[in-house]
């Protein structure tokens, strides 16, 4: 096993950081935990990647979705677990303590990225959620690994799984939301999707493409994307109680309308709420 992060993974991270770094006060997120955990390189913000100008609509598109997330475990009440599918360098549990000495934090990702992540954690003194190794390219089960490390299927649960579904074959997310379906009454889950270029507004389909580029050359291709109604209905049919759809647009709406600088969330990936 390699201990080593996922790429998307530092990326997204180095963008909550540069929101602080480039983007005027209010800040919608504020992570530099992040960056410490990922220690990149001197000039990192000279990686074309990183380019404020070219990369402000999906930085903003970060920022806001990991901000709806935090308001929404902020909002729960009555639930002790908090399950994050796909976490990467996610860094609530060291950024809102106060939140999370309420909840159990399980975090969910590939075992070198868990490994490599586990081990900066304890380099920086920062506290260590339970961190759930699974590898999904042997067809590891993530629910009995989920249940191993000790999760309570009985009670409820906030599920988030941001960034993940591209990434996933349908028949796959399906099951994933199947899963999820069975859990405790008053759980929630929150799912994030790509919608189909057709759907994008004309200004970001060049962005999307540049996207996909990236991820194909990272030998990690965008293989799903859904309409709002075809997500809906795969969470129908899953058999949760509730499902709704919000727009990525509409986060712009939350958290970017009152802004003078002009910066907005690109458009493209938007979220699947349902409740158990």
Do not use: C
Not at 182 to 200: H, I, K, Q, R
Not at 218 to 240: I, K, R
Request: charged share 25%; proline share 7%.
């Amino acid at each position: 096993m390699t201990e080593a992060p996922d790429n998307t993974a530092i990326r997204t991270a180095l963008w909550r950081a540069m929101h602080l770094d480039v983007d005027a006060a209010p800040h919608v997120f504020e992570d530099e935990v992040g960056l410490r955990i990922a220690a990149p390189e001197d000039g990192w913000r000279q990686r074309p990647d990183m380019d404020p100008e070219a990369t402000k609509g999906f930085r903003a598109a970060i920022v806001a979705r990991a901000r709806f997330v935090e308001d929404l475990v902020t909002e729960q009440n009555g639930v002790g677990q908090y399950v994050i599918l796909g976490a990467g360098l996610d860094t609530f549990a060291q950024r809102r303590p106060e939140i999370a000495a309420r909840l159990r934090v399980f975090e969910i990702d590939q075992p070198g990225t868990q490994a490599w992540k586990h081990r900066r954690l304890l380099e920086l003194g920062l506290p260590v959620p339970t961190l759930v190794p699974v590898d999904f390219e042997t067809g590891e089960s993530w629910w009995e690994r989920l249940i191993a490390a000790g999760f309570d299927a009985g009670r409820p649960a906030f599920v988030a799984s941001t960034g993940v579904s591209m990434y996933l074959s349908k028949e796959t997310t399906a099951a994933t939301l199947r899963q999820l379906a069975g859990l405790a009454p008053g759980s929630t889950v929150a799912m994030t999707f790509l919608l189909p270029p057709e759907l994008l507004d004309h200004a970001d389909r060049p962005g999307l493409r540049t996207s996909q580029t990236g991820a194909r050359a990272s030998g990690t291709p965008f293989v799903s994307f859904y309409p709002p109604a075809e997500m809906l209905a795969l969470a129908d049919e899953a058999g949760f109680a509730q499902a709704r759809h919000v727009a990525g647009t509409a986060l712009g709406e939350r958290y970017f309308g009152d802004r003078a600088d002009g910066l907005r969330p690109s458009s493209g990936e938007d979220f699947l709420l349902a409740t158990t």
